[in-house]
Structures are given as C-alpha cells and as structure tokens.
C-alpha cells in the first residue's frame, strides 16, 4: 500500500495511489492465530499455578504437561507456549530477588531505628533496660527490651510469669515475644519483650536469660526455664510459675 498526502482546498488529506492485495505468505489457520505474541497471554490462575509448581521444583516442560491434564486438553493446545512459562518464571524469580533484596535493606535500617529508639529511650529514663546480639555480619540478630515501670511492676506481681510467642511478623518474618504478667486487679501488665530472628533453643535460651537479668529471676527459675526452652515447641507460650 502506498499513500500520497495533498492539500485540497486548504485542507491535508491522504489518498491509497496503489494497493496490493497479493500476500508473500499465507495466512494462519483460525486455531494457530493464538499462537502470535500478541494473542499469548498466561491468565491470573495459571500464573499461580505455575508459581506453585516452580516452587515444588517442577521442571517447565513438567508444568506445561501438568497445565494440560488439569484442563483436559491436548498438548500443544494451552494459549501460551512453553518459553512463554519459561520466561514468566524467569521474570518473577527476579522480581522476586529484587522485592527480598529491598525487604532485607529495609529490615536492617528499621532494626537500627529500633535500636537508636532504644538508645535514646535509655538516655530519658535511666531504668530503661534492653539488649541485643549481633551475627556472623556484624548485623543486630535479637533485641529485647523493658521499660523501667515493668522492671518494676515484676517486684510486685513477678510471681507469675507468661510468655507469650504466638505473633509473628510476616513481612519481617521475625518472632515477637512478650513477657506478661497480672496485678492485683486481675489485668494483665506488661514486663519485657523481645525479638527473635528464628525459633532455636538457642534464640529462646537468649531471651530466657535477658529477661532473668531484667527482673533479677533467681536461679531455679532459670533453671527450668532453660530446661523447657530447650523440649517446647516454638510455637508454644510458656508459663513460669514460682512462690
């Protein structure tokens, strides 16, 4: 097709001057238009699905096969090819690394934040009491803190003492565990708390042992405590009892 543009009468207009209506190719079938990249299009659930199953470890030809028994078609018959689930995978992956990459910055500098918090905190009240462990990078792995009115409100109503581990961050993924306790009007007080980067014995024995040095725990409850971190499940809360 060719095009001419003239003016007519003041006004810009575009006329066909020659149109070839012979193709150097024939034309796709009705069934292999779907084939084009403008057609190929991976929906929402197969995304999710492809996801999952790269995430089992499923090779890519293993998921395209997976795709087709799950809608009873034949092979070949999906409206994506399997590069398309190749490259979908690829790209996520790295969108992926990149998201945990940003998340992992922003973790470290809200730690900081938190631990500057903690610094400043004590600096105001001089009865404000924290601690924290640093890894292998030199980066904070645990800190946990108490205000100076818990470290006191546990000389009064420190003979029983819950630990609570039931929440956890999903975007930090880190454990937050409270020690807590009752008054005398039956509510429930405030003495310390903590944050773990994982769940060991280890990470535990840590907390039990901060919080002993916060309210001045004598060795017995040490003792068991140590003993029950090391056989509880992470997931459990812990009840220390003592008269």
């Known amino acids: 097709m060719y095009l001419s543009k003239e003016v007519v009468d003041g006004v810009s207009e575009w006329f066909v001057v020659q149109f070839s209506n012979v193709h ?71 969108v992926v690394q990149e998201n945990d990459a940003l998340l992992t910055e922003k973790r470290e500098n809200d730690t900081l934040e938190l631990l500057e918090a903690c610094k400043g905190t004590k600096e105001a009240d001089e009865d404000f009491v924290y601690d924290f462990t640093v890894d292998e990078n030199d980066k904070v792995e645990h800190i946990a803190w108490s205000y ?15 630990f609570d581990t039931s929440y956890q961050s999903i975007t930090y993924g880190v454990l937050f565990g409270a020690w807590l306790g009752i008054d005398n009007h039956g509510r429930t007080i405030f003495f310390g708390c903590v944050l773990l980067q994982d769940e060991t014995p280890h990470s535990f024995s840590w907390a039990f042992q901060v919080c002993f040095q916060y309210t001045h725990f004598i060795d017995f409850r040490l003792a068991v405590s140590l003993y029950l971190c090391g056989i509880m499940h992470p997931a459990c809360c812990v009840t220390v009892v003592c008269h």
């Open 148 to 162: 100076g009115d818990s470290v006191h409100a546990y000389t009064k109503f420190g003979d029983a003492v819950y």
């Open 24 to 94: 150097n190719h024939e034309l796709l079938e009705d069934d292999q238009v779907r084939l084009l990249p403008a057609y190929r299009k991976i929906h929402e659930a197969d995304q999710e699905r492809i996801l999952l199953l790269s995430k089992a470890g499923f090779p890519i030809h293993h998921i395209v096969k997976a795709l087709e028994l799950e809608k009873g078609i034949q092979g070949g018959q999906l409206p994506f090819l399997e590069r398309d689930v190749r490259n979908f995978v690829q790209n996520r992956k790295k």
